[in-house]
């Protein structure tokens, strides 16, 4: 049973369709995915607060781009990048190295089920106190 205090609380910014509806739709009382437009999060030069960790969508045309916008932030949380097709001629696993170059926590190949990305998350945040939610995610992933 979930015993932390508190929400790890996920940003998607920019996610595709089907990984918004499945994470915004996960029932988890110490799991919340907010959805947030990749425009608005790079027009605003603040530091992400209220999260434990962002996701950005490498497919997007500035997905680097805002990526290392987000890494280079003061007290940014770990930002992760998913990518699911190359671009400019390049492999998908160069967009990824890119992406662990500009600062990225993690450079993930999609698609990935909500599940084991707020796996993922809960693991580079290190945040203390979710390990209970942890082991609960983990189960969800074995059946």
Known sequence: MYKATGTFRILLVGS???LEAEALSLD???IAFLAADPARIAASRETI???NAV???L???NGLDLLASLCGRPTSPPVIGIGSRSQGGRSLE???LLAELRGAAAALP???DAVEL???ALDHAHVPGFGDVTSELERRLAC
């Open 94 to 96: 160069h967009l990824l």
């Open 16 to 18: 595709s369709p089907l």
């Open 49 to 51: 607060r209220d999260c």
């Open 55 to 57: 996701v950005v969508n």
């Open 110 to 112: 999609g698609p990935i």
């Open 59 to 61: 497919d997007l045309v």
């Open 118 to 120: 707020a796996l993922i």
């Open 28 to 30: 988890h009382p110490g």
